[in-house]
C-alpha cells in the first residue's frame, strides 16, 4: 500500500511540472496568431508613413493674401492676371485670402497685420500703399507688388538699381514718360498750357507728374501742378485747371481712377481734352493713353510668385519686372464729344453696351 501511494503521488508531481512548463513556455496559438497580424499591421503603416513622408513636397499647399489698395478697373486686371497665373501653375494647392482696402492706407496695414498673423506663404502687394504697409508689416514672408509704378519711389531707396532685395520684387506698371509726352504732342500739338492733375498723397503719381513735366517743357509746353488730396476736392481742382489750361495729363494715379467719372463730368463739358496715363483712367475720363495691360502685368508676377513658392527661387535676387508691350488707345465716345481726330496707330479702347 505504502508503495502504491508512493507511486501515485510521484505521478502527480510530474503531471503538474508538465502542465506548468506548458503555460510557461508554449506559446497560444490563437495569441500568438492575433500579435503577428499587429506586427505586420504595424510595419505597413510606418511603410506607409514613410513613403507619405518622401512625397511630402508633392502634397505641399500654399495660402497667398492678396492687399488690393482699391477697386478699379486697372487693379481689379492685375489681381485676376496674377491668380490665373499662380492657379495655372499651382492648380488646387494654391488658395487666396482677397481683402480690399477701400481706398484707405490705414486699413492696407490692417490687412497686411492680419495675413503675417496668419503666417500666410507670399503676400500680393497691388498698388504703391499696399506695398509700402506690407514692407512695414513683415520682413519674411515674400511680397510681391505689381501696378507700383516706381519702386525707388515708393520704397525710399536711394540710387534703386532695378533689385529691391531682401523679400520683396514684383511688377512696374510704369508706361514710358516720354512717350507719354510725344503723344500729347501728337495729338495736341497747338496747345500752349498743360495741366497736371493728380493726388498729392500718391509718391508715385508725384514722380510721373514730375519726370513729364521735364519732358513737356522740352517740347515747349507750359506745365502747371494740379493737386487734389481726396476725391472729396478732386471736383473743385479739376474746375480751376479746365479753367486755365488747354490739355490735362492724368498720371497712373488709383485716387484719380477711382473718381474718373467726376473728372469726366468737369472736363467733357469745358471742352478740355484729358491724356492719361493709363487705359482705366482713359476710359472713364480721357481721349488717349499710351498704355499697358494690366491683366498681362498680373501674369507676370503670378508667375514670379510660382517660381518663389513652387521652385524655391530667391525673392532678393528678383530685379522687377515691367510690361513688355505698350499701346496707343483712345476714347472714341469723349473724342466724338471733343471733335478730335486721332490719327492713324492707335487702338480704341473697348467700352461695355
Known amino acids: 500500500m505504502k508503495k502504491l501511494l508512493a507511486l501515485l503521488m510521484t505521478v502527480a508531481m510530474v503531471g503538474s511540472l508538465t502542465a506548468c512548463g506548458k503555460n510557461a513556455n508554449t506559446p497560444n496559438t490563437a495569441e500568438s496568431t492575433e500579435n503577428s497580424q499587429e506586427a505586420a499591421n504595424a510595419a505597413d503603416t510606418e511603410s506607409s508613413a514613410a513613403e507619405s513622408e518622401t512625397a511630402g513636397g508633392d502634397g505641399e499647399t500654399y495660402v497667398v493674401g492678396i492687399c488690393q489698395l482699391v477697386q478699379h478697373d486697372a487693379l481689379d486686371a492685375a489681381t485676376q492676371g496674377f491668380m490665373d497665373a499662380l492657379t495655372d501653375a499651382l492648380g488646387d494647392k494654391v488658395t487666396f485670402d482677397v481683402q480690399n482696402a477701400q481706398g484707405d492706407s490705414n486699413t492696407c496695414s490692417t490687412i497686411i497685420n492680419s495675413f503675417v498673423s496668419s503666417n500666410v506663404d507670399l503676400i500680393l502687394a497691388n498698388a504703391t500703399p499696399a506695398l509700402q504697409a506690407a514692407v512695414a508689416g513683415t520682413n519674411e514672408i515674400p511680397i510681391l507688388g505689381t501696378s507700383v509704378t516706381e519702386y525707388g519711389v515708393a520704397l525710399g531707396i536711394d540710387g534703386f538699381d532695378g533689385t529691391v532685395g531682401g523679400n520683396v520684387s514684383g511688377t512696374s506698371d510704369l508706361a514710358p514718360l516720354d512717350g507719354q509726352a510725344d503723344m500729347l504732342q501728337e495729338l495736341f500739338p497747338d496747345a500752349k498750357n498743360v495741366g497736371l492733375l493728380y493726388c498729392s498723397a500718391e509718391a508715385n503719381s508725384q514722380y510721373q507728374v514730375d519726370t513729364i513735366k521735364a519732358f513737356l517743357e522740352e517740347k515747349g509746353y507750359s506745365c502747371e501742378y494740379y493737386a487734389f488730396s481726396d476725391s472729396n476736392d478732386i471736383t473743385s481742382v479739376v474746375t480751376n485747371a479746365t479753367n486755365a489750361v488747354d490739355v490735362i495729363y492724368v498720371p497712373t494715379d488709383n485716387t484719380a481712377a477711382s473718381n474718373a467719372e467726376l473728372i469726366s463730368n468737369v472736363c467733357i463739358p469745358a471742352g478740355i481734352p484729358v491724356v492719361a496715363g493709363e487705359e482705366g483712367i ?39 519686372e515691367y510690361a513688355p508691350n505698350f499701346t496707343k488707345k483712345y476714347q472714341a465716345a469723349n473724342c466724338e464729344a471733343l471733335n478730335i481726330t486721332v490719327p492713324e496707330g492707335y487702338e480704341a479702347i473697348a467700352t461695355e453696351e
Open 282 to 320: 482713359c476710359a472713364g475720363c480721357g481721349v488717349a493713353t499710351l498704355s499697358i495691360s494690366y491683366y498681362d502685368l498680373g501674369i507676370a508676377t503670378g508667375k514670379m510668385a510660382a517660381k518663389i513658392l513652387a521652385e524655391g527661387a530667391d525673392i532678393s535676387t528678383m530685379p522687377i
